[in-house]
């Protein structure tokens, strides 16, 4: 890709939750201006009004402007679901050229599958992000087809650690980053709907249950990140010998609590490779 890459015309084609969660990163970190960034959908004209006045981005809902969009993309995100992506993906194919840049989020899509439902090599950059990008905390897995050059390499990176963290990684890794933290903010949430729920149950408002829970998850997170120690040591310098913690990591134990977390993981990530073999099936 050219010094257009300075400031590259990128197009969403896609804008649910995911896309806005990268919208919203990206233009807060001022990557591009968002005279350059183009968001369609399939027929949501709403959505597109209310991302336009949160954004100020360039809307495209008729198919003439959706056509244009696509067509004069530097770089093209794909943001449908994995249900949608076939039908998406195939309408693209007589509005490419060569050198545009093709961003996928979309879980358990490969980017052999997208060359075969184009017919073609074009650069794919394949992703893994979550919707804490929204914040700037994103965490994202980032994987590359042998087309793609250093510069879209380079601004591929920069899109998502505008974001958040960015990991390069094998494409077959997509699906334990999907498994780990694609998916990863809900486990996440449900621990904590669960804690508010007990909190309240023992007398505290839901507000201060709720404040309490989000200070906790949060600081044992930045705990990890700062001090550089595992979550075992952490978590062992809360569990004093007979006290409250260790009888409340007793309970976690009898219910499973990590087994439930580590099957769950796995079949996250064996759930994106089957969503994977649904869009490959469509395409071969
Ligand atoms: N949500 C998350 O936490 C994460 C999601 N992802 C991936 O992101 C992708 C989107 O997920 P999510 O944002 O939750 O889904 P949403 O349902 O919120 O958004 C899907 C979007 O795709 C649009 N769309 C569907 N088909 C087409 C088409 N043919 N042309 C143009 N637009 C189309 C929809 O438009 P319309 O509404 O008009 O039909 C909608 O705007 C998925 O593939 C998911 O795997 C990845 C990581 C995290
Ligand atoms: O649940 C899903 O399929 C999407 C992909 C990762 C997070 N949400």
Same mark, same amino acid.
């Given at each position: 890709m050219n010094d257009k890459l300075q400031h590259p015309k990128l197009t969403f084609f896609g804008a649910g939750s995911m896309a806005e969660a990268l919208l919203r990163g990206i233009t807060a970190a001022e990557l591009l201006p968002p005279s350059n960034i183009v968001v369609m959908n399939r027929q949501n004209a709403e959505r597109l009004q209310e991302l336009q006045q949160k954004y100020k981005i360039m809307p495209a809902s008729t198919d003439t402007d959706k056509s244009n969009a696509l067509r004069s993309a530097d770089?093209?995100?794909?943001?449908?679901?994995?249900?949608?992506?076939? #039908?998406?993906?195939?309408? !693209?194919?007589?509005?490419l050229h060569p050198d545009q840049l093709l961003v996928s989020v979309i879980a358990g899509l490969s980017i052999d599958t997208i060359h075969?439902?184009?017919?073609?090599?074009?650069?794919?950059?394949?992703?893994?992000?979550?919707?804490?990008?929204?914040i700037g905390l994103g965490a994202t897995g980032i994987s590359f087809s042998e087309a793609v050059?250093?510069?879209?390499?380079?601004?591929a990176i920069a899109m998502f650690e505008a974001v958040g963290l960015t990991s390069v990684v094998?494409?077959?890794?997509?699906e334990a980053v999907n498994g780990v933290s694609g998916s990863g903010p809900a486990y996440i949430y449900y621990v904590m709907e669960a804690m508010i729920q007990a909190g309240v149950e023992l007398g505290l408002t839901p507000e201060v249950a709720t404040q309490l829970t989000a200070q906790t998850v949060k600081g044992a997170a930045e705990m990890v990140i700062s001090t550089g120690e595992n979550?075992?040591?952490?978590?062992?310098? #809360?569990?004093?010998?007979?006290?409250?913690?260790?009888?409340? !990591?007793?309970? !976690?134990?009898?219910?499973a609590f990590q087994e439930a977390i580590n099957k769950a993981i796995h079949r996250c990530a064996e759930r994106a490779r089957e969503m994977g073999d649904a869009i490959r099936a469509e395409a071969l």
């Open positions: 770089i093209i995100l794909l943001s449908m679901k994995p249900k949608d992506a076939a #039908v998406a993906i195939r309408s !693209l194919k007589p509005l075969q439902l184009l017919g073609n090599a074009q650069p794919v950059v394949r992703t893994m992000p979550n919707t804490s990008s929204t050059n250093e510069n879209q390499r380079a601004f094998e494409e077959p890794m997509i979550p075992g040591e952490l978590r062992r310098k #809360v569990t004093s010998p007979n006290g409250t913690t260790q009888a409340a !990591l007793e309970t !976690l134990d009898r219910f």
